[in-house]
């Protein structure tokens, strides 16, 4: 396992001095290491906004985002500022690229640190490159097909359907899921079921070929043998609540998830947080996951296109 400092440039300040005025004074030399390697980690410095995260990607130019489709739990903070997904701290994260699952998708984020776990928690990062490399066959075969996401939600069981498209209105989830591209019904007993194609790779500037989806996050050999066993008797093998086959419809077999989780622990980079640190990193360049962690830990994230337009246009609500 490699250490991040290999990959992820520091930038030391002192608490006397406003992490937004460093980006401002700093910005030549971040806007260097971003282009050169993908991700910066400013340390040192106060940040006592609860907007950090925003104010920073605003400052460095390119437009603020919104997240389309909520895939996992997280609460609004202010303006386009978010938590970090809400999961229990007991649960690893694993490694994904930001809205892979979609069309359209962040080019950079930022992540400023509000509370430090008292034991891990550390944000885990992966060389994309890396990662595209090792998978080889099996990137080729996902940049091929494709993939194809199916949620349904079903009250109690994984999150409701109102905090992924924020909204109380059935017909806003319909006008919602059409502009992302997503086939929406509700299933006799009131469920919501949505499925939607998205890319299982996408084409880096200089022609290289980049593992970019999350079907290892969304199928359905992340759920325990015997609960998905459950699930299916209950309510169908087409109705558990997360599901991701090739875009032809195929399924992806289990073998090739696990491969897909080995290849990405093998990249693993963690991150052991600071109080205040705030990290900018490119989403084509680098995956990014949670370790599990004991006491409090928070992280606000922020959005954005960057100066570099996406490489395909975002659809946000």
Known sequence: MSNYLEHVEVIRGQASHDVLSAVSSERARIEAALRERGAVLLRGYA????????DTLRALGGELLDDAFWST?????TGKTFTATEYPKDRTIALHSEMAYMKGWPRFLSFHSIDVAEQGGETSLANLDDVSRTLGPI????ADKGVTYRRTYRAGIDI?????????DPKEVETVAARNGMHAQWLPDGALQTAHDAQGAVKAEDGRWLWFNQAHVFHQSNVPAQHRTMLAQMFGA????????????????????????AVLEQHTLPVAWEPADV????????????????????????????????????VFA
Request: proline share 10%; hydrophobic share 30%; charged share 25%.
């Open 73 to 77: 739990p997280r609460s609004g903070v």
């Open 139 to 142: 990137l080729e075969t996902f």
């Open 238 to 261: 087409d109705q558990l609540p997360r599901d991701a086959t090739f875009g032809d419809g195929t399924p992806i077999p289990d073998e090739t998830i696990a491969k897909i989780h």
């Open 160 to 168: 409701p359907w109102q905090k992924a498209f924020r909204t109380e």
């Open 279 to 314: 990290l900018v990193f490119d989403n084509m360049r680098f995956m990014h996951g949670r370790l599990p962690y004991e006491g409090s830990r928070k992280l606000h994230v922020a959005m954005s296109t960057g100066q570099q337009e996406p490489t395909r246009t975002p």
């Open 47 to 54: 940040a006592g906004s609860p907007s950090t995260a925003a």
